[in-house]
C-alpha cells in the first residue's frame, strides 16, 4: 500500500541492518567501560536506534529528546524547538545521539552544544544517514551508516507530514505525493 508512493529505493532493509551491526559493534568497541547514555532525538530516531542499541553488547542507559523542525512541510525551517527534554542529568556522561538523519545539521549542532552547555563529558552522533550537500552549519558526525544525496527521502524514521515512517527501507516519495 505504501509502496506505490514510492519513486525508488536508496536504502533497503538489508543495508539498513549491515549499518546497524557496523556502527553498533564500533560504538560497543569504543565505549565499553563508559556506560554511555545514548539519546535519541524523537520521533525519527526510533526504528533505528532500536536496531542500533541491540547491535551494542555492552551497558548502556538509553534517554530521548523531542526535538522539531520542520513542522510538516519538506524543507527545515531552521528553527529548532525542544518538546520534550531529557529529564535527567547529563553531567559527567558520554553521550552518543542517536540520529536518522543529519540535513541542515541545525537540529543535531543545536542539541550537541546544550548537551555540553550541560556538562556532558563527550558528545557524539551517530546517524544511520549523512546528507552533507544540505549543510548549511559546520557539523560532521563522527558515526555514519550511509551517505546520501540531496533528496527528499522518507522510511525507516522518517516522515513526510508524520506518513511513512513505517516503510521497513528509505526511500524517495513520488513527486506527486507532496505536489498535491
Ligand atoms: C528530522 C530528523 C533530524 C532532523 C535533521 O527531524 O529526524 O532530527 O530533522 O534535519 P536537520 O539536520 O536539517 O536539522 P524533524 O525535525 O523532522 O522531527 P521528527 O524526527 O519528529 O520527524
Given at each position: ?103 541542515t545539521g541545525r537540529?543535531i549542532k ?22 552533507p550537500?544540505?549543510r548549511v552549519v559546520d557539523f560532521h ?40
Amino acid at each position: 500500500m505504501l509502496e506505490k508512493d514510492i519513486l525508488k529505493v536508496l536504502v533497503t532493509r538489508e543495508e539498513i541492518k549491515q549499518i546497524a551491526k557496523k556502527l553498533g559493534k564500533q560504538l560497543a568497541e569504543d565505549y565499553k567501560d563508559k556506560f554511555p547514555l545514548v539519546v535519541g532525538i524523537l520521533k525519527g530516531c526510533v526504528p533505528f536506534m532500536g536496531e542500533l542499541v541491540s547491535e551494542m553488547d555492552i551497558h548502556l542507559e538509553m534517554g530521548f529528546m523531542d526535538v522539531s523542525s520542520y513542522h510538516g512541510g519538506i524543507e527545515s525551517s531552521g528553527d529548532v524547538k525542544i518538546s520534550k527534554d531529557l529529564g535527567l542529568s547529563v553531567q559527567d556522561r558520554h553521550i552518543i545521539i542517536a540520529e536518522d538523519i543529519v540535513d541542515t545539521g541545525r537540529t543535531i549542532k543545536t542539541i550537541k552544544e546544550l548537551l555540553l552547555f550541560r556538562g556532558a563529558s563527550s558528545v557524539v552522533t551517530a546517524t544511520m544517514l549523512d546528507k552533507p550537500e544540505g549543510r548549511v552549519v559546520d557539523f560532521h558526525p563522527e558515526y555514519i551508516g550511509t551517505t546520501i544525496p540531496k533528496e527528499f527521502v522518507v522510511g525507516f524514521g522518517l516522515d513526510y507530514d508524520e506518513k511513512y515512517r513505517n516503510l521497513p527501507y528509505v526511500g524517495v516519495l513520488k513527486p506527486e505525493v507532496y505536489n498535491k
